[in-house]
């Protein structure tokens, strides 16, 4: 197809109704060979989208969501083929094409935009080039080429577009590749755009960002989207319809508010209440057929001591300093979240916490029970702390895939940290591990097995289980449901929940999920830049006032519901403007005025002055 | 860029001292007397003493060493203990005739197994790649005289179009040498081909089956595009490595396959050196290798550094 | 992300199957066993264990014994493969030679791949200054050719058995460092290894426990890969002279002995070629089979 016969934009953007489906995939199965056996991922299935329209396609970790997407063009992963069914995008037969045939309708009919644009772009090229690239196919002379980059540069909203054709691709920003990247997909004018995961590896404000670009550029060009997430939020704020994909069956298709207000498959009722939202006041409980209810976040009580306090910890890397004087205090039973983007020191400071890198400046202190009061000193590294000490505080890691020694049966992993900490002799430490492996909601039988032979979430619980056996106060959690589906999120943050209950534990959380901190956390600090930049009770902080910047971190956060035109539902309930200035005494709180950093709003609740007349509050836009 | 540079000249030269010191201690400090050992059991104590005397073993080692290095920076090499000429002269001339092989070999292996290595993983599984695969798992599976002695076989006896052994001379002008040449290049390039081969069809492999070569193809770009555009930069810096490998290696590793054709190279002089126990020049001979195989791996960074921006630009990124 | 092997759906403890921990290394075996490649290549190597191993069973010649008036006779009945100038039986001195070839290769890729696996792991684990300090050694040791290093010390030392084996051990150990290096700091930033740092274990149980049972494939495929190497630098010092000593039945002493006769008794060259080549190929043939055992689950664990 040449330029010329294809419509314009203008004639693309008539009303849905009347118009042909651009995308039409019908019946659509795929299988891959996986020793010596076919193992069919995708099966049956069936969906299209209107010129215009973005179709969602929606689905946990294997559910075959990505794979139909490449199909669309015309891409297998090595190993899989097409067993049965039609793909049909813009008119023509993709399984079909031959190569040629291929290449052409990548080249002007289809693009892709990846999850991780880091990986996508090609290291050795400039990004000028590789936009370039995908207009040769067009036959337009180098000048216009040229032009036409430099004009996409602009359209995707990345600065200096003259200077940043020139660059490479690891001198970029994520949320600045994701940009290359989507410069890259519309560079063609496509019809079809196919967006898998577009947002997953970035953080919340540059994909609330990311997201309203693509938004408004698809609605500009008349584009079709196709978008591939597990994110229900993202679905809620992009889509106009939805196909809910689950083991490569879809079991459910339907416009989106329809889908968010009044689904009607039990696994789509099942995985909309499994979402934590940021307005919940505590856990969400599922039951089996998708019935939501919030469990009531148990109170710490006010007499509860302090179980660990940090004061001006500065942890440097190098020159860099990581975490820049943070003073903070955790109770016994509390749940203090600790949340920030990447790179706001959230993770040093813990991992410090937990002994692996003793701060550069500042106390930390662990307190017993007992004791008298001066509590023990953990600004050294683990092997300087008396063994009593070590165990009292564990660390519980993110990723399910690397957290356990792959060579280790699960029981091992246990009870190596019972010996290790004296806590068991070798005729009682099976049984130990044992009752731990059930504490955490484990079957016992799989003490046998090998961390490969169990699935992300329980992997997640033996990781839990092992924190446990050191018979912790605190246990640092970095992230720990992060990278697991939400279904089975839900699941561990109860475990969490009810395990603190039962052992009085106290919790450090980190998380840059603020709808999961909503749930589980007692109090919240935010980080930002190696600083707290606000501190305090969950419900204080989410209710506001708050920093500008967690002001604009809770703006970000899309929540699963279809609110007209956009699903960014977390306006602060009584938001009140501070201008962070000196002067400025918020009412209800008496004695704020005097300390030259902070605003103190009472109850614990404290923000860090700013600037006034810097953008959100000095923050630097890194996207 | 320019204070890494200099970072890797000071480290290379830090590697060819150590090495110096490493191979002067094995030769001179390691057990009973090097002018007994030089000489053999049954030398007159005369004899002796006199080689000693010749080989300054009367000074404490460090000095010996400071000396010795201090020549090899001028560029003198000692004087051989078997000609008594100067080490020097010898050298450079076995080392321009083993230049010749190392310089041809390195020109058709390099590019051959680059070719094929890409063919091979291009074709993964398919018939090319089958072929090419079998024919460097036998490359590499038999050593260099083997494939030397197999070469003369056919080539000098079977059909004598070539010769079998090298008559000439070390001081030989290059013309007379050329057609000597012809064999020994053949048999290290077979071998030689077949590592390098390897390694470019499994970093092949896996760049084809990275991320963003699927966004390129995705692009719609034309096939041969996508694979020296975007692919082979990624692919060839791990192979750059195994390049410089092989190339410092030809230095010593020339040793067999000269002393099948009767070379007068390096590896020829070495193994003279050996047997006539002759220490300065089987000392120099290692230092020349050892600079060889420092500038191949300089050679190499800079060839990572033109084909990685991240190299040249500094790490700038923010993951 | 959509691999239907890794489709995990669900979560707890429910549906817990009696699954034996033996399943990685069974995995393992079967991916091995249903690799031709890796089969033939075992199976290659095998052969020739059991060929050295019953050479005096298998042949009633001695492989030493000079019988002139039986020299140099073409493949027969008597002599499947021909006699040498000596009159020394081609074959049975093709079998006995690989008892030498596998003894000494052996001993020595065992000595290089056990030195350089303990200080790959130990330089890898602590870092610092002695990282810098042992890997700018081993570029140093690098730096000089392995015939070259193996000559020196063939020189200073006097050949034998034994010092071919030290001498292979000095010329490849440092190779092993930098891969066993590579793959242990590959193993070190992971989670299972910080949880044992944040309990403040020591860096020998670290070691033993989390670092070394996770790369022993890396390991194996290097011993297998090595073992090439060592068969081939070691018959190349037999063939230049320094090796194997007159009369052992060495295979790079043979073809270097009957070279001259090549015309007219090509069997007694092309018969120790044969066994070298298959020796090796079966062992490059069983280190691509181990890699690709465990590779493929690599490639799995990514996606």
Redesign the interface.
């Known amino acids: 197809m040449s330029t010329a016969d294809r419509p314009t934009t203008a004639d693309r953007r008539t009303d849905a109704a009347s118009r042909e489906p651009v995308v039409r995939v019908d019946r659509l199965s795929v299988a891959?060979r996986?020793?010596?056996a076919d193992?069919?991922?995708?099966r049956e299935v069936s969906f299209e989208a209107a010129a215009g329209e973005t179709v969602a396609v929606v689905g946990?970790?294997?559910?075959?969501?990505?794979?139909v997407a490449g199909t669309l063009l015309g891409h297998l992963?090595h190993g899989s083929r097409v067993t049965g069914g039609r793909v049909e995008v813009a008119g023509r037969d993709v399984l079909a094409l031959d190569a040629r045939g291929l290449r052409n309708l990548r080249a002007t009919d289809v693009a892709l935009v990846g999850q991780n644009a880091g990986n996508a772009l090609t290291p050795s090229m400039r990004i000028g080039r590789q936009i370039e690239e995908s207009l040769l196919p067009l036959g337009l002379p180098r000048g216009q080429r040229q032009e036409r980059v430099r004009s996409l540069v602009a359209r995707v909203g990345l600065p200096d577009p003259v200077g940043i054709v020139r660059r490479y691709p690891h001198q970029l920003s994520g949320g600045q590749q994701q940009r290359v990247a989507i410069a890259m997909a519309l560079a063609a004018e496509p019809r079809v755009l196919v967006l898998d995961e577009p947002t997953t590896a970035l953080d919340v404000v540059t994909q609330a960002r990311i997201l309203d670009l693509v938004a408004g550029l698809s609605d500009e060009l008349g584009l079709t989207s196709v978008l591939v997430s597990h994110d229900l939020g993202v679905v809620a704020r992009m889509a106009d319809r939805v196909v809910v994909m689950?083991?490569?069956e879809v079991v459910e298709s339907a416009g989106t508010t329809a889908l968010f207000t009044a689904p009607e498959h039990a696994y789509t009722r099942h995985l909309l209440a499994s979402v934590p939202r940021i307005s919940d006041h505590g856990l969400a409980e599922v039951g089996e057929d998708g019935t939501r209810t919030v469990r009531a976040r148990r109170p710490v009580p006010d007499g509860a001591p302090e179980v660990v306090s940090m004061r001006d910890v500065t942890i440097d890397y190098g020159s860099h300093r990581a975490v820049d004087g943070v003073t903070l205090g955790l109770r016994r039973g509390e749940v203090l979240a600790l949340v920030g983007e990447s790179g706001s020191g959230k993770s040093t400071l813990a991992w410090s916490l937990?002994?692996?890198r003793p701060p550069t400046s500042g106390t930390m202190r662990l307190f017993g029970d007992t004791g008298d009061g001066a509590g023990d000193d953990l600004a050294t590294?683990?092997?300087g702390?008396p063994?009593d000490v070590?165990?009292r505080i564990?660390?519980a890691?993110?990723?399910a895939?690397?957290?356990?020694?792959?060579?280790?049966?699960v029981r091992d992993?246990v009870r190596?940290?019972l010996r290790?900490?004296g806590l068991a002799d070798r005729s009682g430490v099976d049984g130990r591990a044992h009752e731990l492996i059930r504490d955490v909601?484990?079957?016992p039988?799989?003490s046998?097995?090998?961390p490969?032979?169990?699935?992300?979430?329980?992997r997640q619980r033996v990781?839990i289980a092992?924190a446990l056996a050191?018979d912790p106060r605190v246990v640092v959690a970095d992230e720990v449901t992060t990278a697991l589906d939400v279904?089975?999120q839900a699941?561990?943050l109860a475990l969490l929940d009810d395990l603190r209950a039962q052992r009085d534990l106290a919790f450090v959380f980190i998380s840059h999920d603020l709808a999961v901190v909503r749930g589980i956390a007692d109090r919240v600090a935010v980080m930002r830049e190696g600083r707290v930049v606000e501190e305090g009770p969950v419900d204080a902080v989410f209710n506001g006032p708050n920093h500008p910047y967690t002001s604009r971190l809770m703006a970000a956060v899309l929540e699963p519901e279809p609110v007209g035109g956009g699903g960014t539902a977390s306006v602060p309930e009584e938001a009140r403007p501070l201008t962070g200035a000196s002067e400025e005494v918020p009412a209800g709180s008496p004695e704020g005025a005097d300390d030259p950093d902070w605003i103190d709003l009472g109850g614990g609740h404290r923000i860090r002055r700013w600037d006034p007349d810097a953008p959100d509050g000095a923050i630097a836009d890194a996207t | 860029m320019l204070f890494y540079v200099t970072r890797r000249l000071l480290?290379a030269v830090?590697?060819?001292l150590?090495?110096s010191?490493?191979?002067f201690a094995?030769?001179q400090l390691?057990?009973g007397d090097v002018a007994t050992?030089v000489l053999g059991q049954d030398a007159t104590p005369e004899a002796v003493a006199a080689l000693r005397d010749q080989m300054d073993l009367n000074r404490p080692a460090v000095l010996r060493f400071l000396d010795w290095i201090a020549g090899v920076v001028r560029g003198d090499f000692g004087v051989s203990l078997v000609s008594g000429e100067a080490v020097a002269g010898t050298l450079w001339l076995h080392l321009r005739n083993t230049m010749l092989i190392a310089v041809a070999t390195v020109a058709v292996a390099v590019t051959s197994s680059i070719v094929l290595g890409v063919l091979a993983g291009l074709y993964r599984d398919r018939w090319p790649d089958t072929v090419i695969s079998t024919l460097t798992?036998?490359g590499?599976?038999?050593?260099?005289?083997?494939v030397a002695?197999?070469l003369?076989?056919a080539l000098s006896?079977t059909v004598p179009v070539l010769p079998a052994v090298v008559l000439d001379e070390a001081s030989a002008p290059v013309a007379d040498l050329l057609p000597a040449i012809v064999l020994p290049t053949v048999a290290l390039s077979v071998v030689m081909t077949a590592y390098i081969v390897r390694m470019t069809r499994t970093s092949v492999i896996d760049v084809m089956a990275g991320e963003f070569v699927t966004t390129a193809r995705l692009k719609g770009i034309g096939t041969a595009r996508v694979v020296v555009r975007h692919a082979l930069p990624s692919a060839l810096l791990p192979t750059l490595n195994v390049i410089a490998m092989n190339v410092?290696?030809l230095?010593?590793?020339v040793?067999?396959v000269e002393?099948v054709f009767n070379y007068p190279g390096v590896g020829q002089l070495?193994?003279e050196a050996?047997h006539n126990?002759d220490l300065p020049v089987?000392q120099a001979?290692?230092v020349v290798?050892?600079v060889v195989?420092?500038l191949c791996n300089l050679a190499a960074d800079l060839g990572a550094m033109a084909l990685n921006p991240r190299l040249r630009t500094g790490e700038r990124s923010t993951r | 992300?959509?691999?239907?092997?890794?489709?995990?759906?669900?979560?707890?403890?429910?549906g817990?199957?009696?699954?034996?921990?033996t399943?990685?290394l069974r995995r393992t075996l079967r991916s091995l066993t249903?690799s031709t490649p890796a089969m033939v290549g075992l199976g290659l190597v095998a052969l020739h264990v059991l060929l050295a191993l019953f050479a005096p069973l298998l042949t009633p010649y001695s492989p030493t014994a000079n019988t002139p008036d039986q020299a140099l006779l073409g493949p027969g009945a008597d002599h499947w493969a021909g006699t040498d100038a000596l009159g020394r039986d081609v074959l049975t001195r093709v079998l006995y030679g690989g008892q030498y070839a596998l003894v000494v290769s052996f001993a020595a890729t065992a000595c290089a791949v056990a030195l350089g696996t303990l200080l790959g792991c130990v330089t890898a684990l602590r870092g610092g200054w002695f990282d810098d300090a042992l890997m700018?050694?081993l570029?140093?040791?690098?730096?000089?050719?392995?015939?070259?290093a193996l000559?020196?010390?063939?020189?200073?030392?006097g050949a034998g058995p034994a010092v071919i084996v030290l001498a292979v051990t000095i010329v490849y150990a440092p190779q092993v460092v930098r891969v066993v290096r590579a793959a242990a700091l590959g193993v070190a930033p992971?989670?299972?290894v910080?949880?044992?740092?944040?309990?403040?274990?020591r860096t020998l149980p670290i070691l033993v426990?989390?670092v070394l049972?996770?790369i022993?494939n890396v390991v194996a495929v290097e011993f297998a890969m090595r073992a090439?190497w060592v068969v081939?630098l070691i018959?190349?010092l037999s063939?230049?002279g320094?090796g194997a000593n007159p009369p052992t039945p060495d295979w790079?002493l043979m073809?270097?002995e009957n070279?001259t006769a090549?015309?007219v008794v090509?069997w007694a060259?092309l018969a120790p070629?044969l066994a070298?080549?298959t020796l090796?190929?079966g062992l490059?043939?069983s280190a691509d089979g181990l890699s690709k055992a465990w590779g493929v689950d690599r490639v799995k664990?990514s996606?």
């Open positions: 891959y996986s020793g010596g193992v069919t991922v995708v946990e970790s294997g559910s075959g969501k990505s794979t992963r689950r083991e490569g937990a002994g692996l590294g683990a092997r702390r063994l070590r165990r564990q660390l890691f993110q990723n895939d690397t957290s356990l020694n792959p060579r280790r049966i992993a190596r940290p290790f900490f909601a484990l079957d039988a799989l046998d097995r090998l490969e032979q169990l699935s992300g979430g329980q990781g092992r050191g279904s089975v699941s561990v | 480290s830090v590697t060819v150590l090495a010191v490493m191979v094995a030769v390691l057990p050992q798992l036998i590499m599976s038999v050593p260099e005289f083997v002695t197999l003369v076989l006896i410092a290696w230095v010593g590793g040793a067999v002393n070495m193994l050996v126990r089987l001979i290692a290798s050892a195989y420092v | 992300m959509s691999d239907p092997s890794q489709n995990r759906a669900g979560d707890g403890g429910q817990a199957g009696p699954a034996p921990a399943g990685a249903r700018r050694v570029d140093a040791v690098l730096a000089i050719p392995p015939i070259l000559l020196v010390v063939v020189t200073v030392l992971l989670d299972y910080t949880a044992a740092r944040a309990r403040g274990e426990r989390e049972p996770n022993v090439s081939l018959s190349s063939f230049l320094f790079g073809v270097s070279r090549m015309v090509p060259s070629i070298l080549a090796v190929v490059n043939l664990e996606s």
